[in-house]
């Protein structure tokens, strides 16, 4: 019987792969090296320049399959000269790992499919595992998970359900899972007015006043008192830009951005009726007239607690002690695309550090984490 998969020396190798987005950098080598080794149908998926690994142990189209996502690629370093140690460097110390990925999430990605090889070695389950793993996480998003999905759909692949690997915890291990997210909104704003002399403004239309009237009204609005598995949805003016030099000139336009993190008490569709209605009223009071563009990252998603939830949630609390918060907090992640395909769920390590410089995690976590990974696909398939 082959030596378990040590998940530290896993996570250790994958951090020397330089895998800044939208470089592979060996990353997705790696993994697929391991994985074939351990008997798992893999195939690049890559799509448009991005890398993306879809493996599968088991038979195509098998009654259960339980899934895995993840990513490699990671954000910059910034500063290199800040770091306390190589960012790829994968340095151990006083039981920490140090480097860029070490937290998200290299050491989610390497304790999965480390749960996963040493599972169907040691008890071939009945049914599938599927492990889908981008390098486009960090980056626009449209060529990585979204392409792994329809790659997928197109040759009848399927998980059951999925959890996905990014860290969760604020504080300490086991404290919180995610079992939705907020979706997400930025709408860019121009005002287009009449440039004139700041001492004849009844001779020009300031959209620099119809703007700032239209953020008011938007920031001073309630979008919701928060759901019943959500806080509030919130609204964030991000930036206000004329690129006026003159003090005595109206310039002729203006622009603004504002970011909408919201719950299911709305969808994307809705909020930009909103912001489009809101903006009609101004254009009526002021003669300034509005152009949106709106983007959108996600929608809002809550996998209902039941048996998924609970699966995964004692699993945790086997392993840790500890009973999950059931969260929608944070930000966005690549559940966004993979709630459209199975119920999903996402538990990782502690996210204390990741994005920073000094990115690190206790050792000890990243083997607990492949015992809780390995202990949910044990009662997955019992």
């Known amino acids: ?90 340095e151990i110390l006083d039981g920490w790992l140090w480097g860029r990925g070490a937290t998200d999430m290299k050491s989610g990605v390497a304790a999965f499919v480390a749960a996963a090889v040493d599972f169907v070695r040691t008890t071939p389950p009945d049914g599938a595992i599927i492990l889908t793993i981008t390098g486009d996480e960090e980056g626009p998003g449209k060529d990585g998970t979204v392409a792994l ?36 909104l930025t709408a860019h704003v121009e005002a287009k007015g009449v440039q004139g002399h700041s001492a004849y403004p009844h001779r020009a239309k300031n959209p620099l006043h119809a703007i700032v009237r239209l953020l008011d009204r938007l920031a001073s609005h309630d979008l919701d008192a928060g759901t019943e598995h959500f806080d509030a949805s919130t609204l964030a003016i991000t930036t206000i830009d004329t690129g006026n030099p003159a003090g005595n000139v109206i310039p002729a336009r203006a622009r603004a951005t504002v970011n909408i993190r919201f719950n299911d008490a709305h969808s994307s569709a809705s909020l930009s009726d ?61 559940a966004r695309f993979v709630k459209d395909h199975c119920p999903v769920v996402e538990f990782g390590l502690v996210g204390k550090t990741m994005h920073q410089v000094d990115e690190r995690v206790e050792v000890a976590q990243i083997a607990q984490l492949k015992a809780i990974y390995g202990r949910i696909l044990r009662d997955y398939f019992a």
Do not use: Y
Request: contains cysteine; charged residues 20%; proline residues 7%.
């Open 1 to 90: 019987m082959p030596e378990p998969v040590d998940p530290v020396r896993l996570t250790t190798d994958l951090i020397r792969c330089p895998s800044v987005t939208p470089e592979e950098g060996g990353a997705l080598v790696l993994l697929q090296s391991v994985l074939a080794e351990a008997g798992f149908d893999c195939h690049r998926v890559d799509r448009n320049g991005t890398p993306n690994l879809f493996a599968r142990w088991g038979r195509a189209g098998a009654n259960r399959s339980f899934g895995f996502n993840g990513h490699t690629d990671v954000v910059p370093v910034g500063d290199a000269a800040a770091w306390t140690h190589d960012p790829f460097g994968g």
């Open 149 to 184: 999905l329809d790659w997928m759909a197109a040759r009848g692949e399927a998980m059951s359900v999925c959890l996905v690997g990014e860290p969760t915890c604020p504080d300490r291990m086991g404290d919180m899972m995610k079992i939705g997210r907020r979706g997400s």
């Open 274 to 334: 909103w912001l489009r209605a809101e903006a009609a009223k101004v254009e009526a009071e002021t003669g300034v007239t509005f152009a949106l563009d709106i983007q959108v990252s996600g929608e809002s998603f809550l996998t209902p607690p039941g048996e998924f939830v609970r699966l995964v949630a004692g699993s945790v609390k086997a392993e840790t002690g500890l009973d999950p918060a059931l969260s929608t907090s944070g930000g966005t992640s690549d």
